[in-house]
T-cell receptor, first 110, second 114 residues
Framework: DAKTTQPPSMDCAEGRAANLPCNHS???????VYWYRQIHSQGPQYIIH???NNETNEMASLIITEDRKSSTLILPHATLRDTAVYYC???????????FGPGTRLSVLP | DAGVIQSPRHEVTEMGQEVTLRCKPI?????LFWYRQTMMRGLELLIY????????DSGMPEDRFSAKMPNASFSTLKIQPSEPRDSAVYFC????????????FGPGTRLTVT
């Protein structure tokens, strides 16, 4: 049973911010939100994770709503190389493995 | 660091043949994971090891599949006998700790069984 819901696909113009939503309305208090992405013909790559505070790193920002039922991954200035499938995963930090859903296929257009 | 290394990158074999996929994890990582990816089922965890010991093989589809990790720097996933429905991309990943937030994936092995 899926813990997250993501749109199957999105487009974004090159140089603009890409905002990828994820719904996780049944998230538990001890579950974190993780984002991975998979560029065509490569293995998945970790992007970012968070519990309840917003997080930022060199790749992206993660905004988690106050009720933690949804989140948004933000790529501030999308490039063509950001075209990939983006996976939103919910799990406790220790004690579970990652379960990858179908993700969102992001196409960055020139 | 070279990252996770998998071989071969591509494998084409006939139904009934034995297939062995190989993985070298990142040096110093003590957890290793085997995943399978197909269009129909997406990315699925098959088995994972911690300190060379298999911890959870509940994702292994059937007895035709077996995995070993004889030492910290090498693991194999074997399919015997192979069937067309085993055609998929098989990924190996490693991490520092079983439930680390970051797993490092290899480039995958694309297996085609005819």
């Amino acid at each position: 049973d899926a813990k997250t819901t993501q749109p199957p696909s999105m487009d974004c113009a090159e140089g603009r911010a890409a905002n990828l939503p994820c719904n996780h309305s049944t998230i538990s208090g001890n579950e974190y939100v993780y984002w991975y992405r998979q560029i065509h013909s490569q293995g998945p790559q970790y992007i970012i994770h968070g519990l309840k505070n917003n997080e930022t790193n060199e790749m992206a920002s993660l905004i988690i709503t106050e009720d933690r039922k949804s989140s948004t991954l933000i790529l501030p200035h999308a490039t063509l190389r950001d075209t990939a499938v983006y996976y939103c995963i919910v799990r406790v930090n220790y004690g579970q493995n990652f379960v990858f859903g179908p993700g969102t296929r992001l196409s960055v257009l020139p | 660091d070279a990252g996770v290394i998998q071989s071969p990158r591509h494998e084409v074999t006939e139904m009934g043949q034995e297939v062995t996929l190989r993985c070298k994890p990142i040096s110093g990582h003590n957890s290793l994971f085997w995943y399978r990816q197909t269009m129909m089922r997406g990315l699925e965890l098959l088995i994972y090891f911690n300190n060379n010991v298999p911890i959870d093989d509940s994702g292994m589809p059937e007895d035709r599949f077996s995995a070993k990790m004889p030492n910290a720097s090498f693991s194999t996933l074997k399919i015997q006998p192979s069937e067309p429905r085993d055609s998929a991309v098989y990924f190996c990943a490693s991490s520092s700790g079983s439930f680390s937030y970051e797993q490092y994936f290899g480039p995958g092995t694309r297996l085609t069984v005819t």
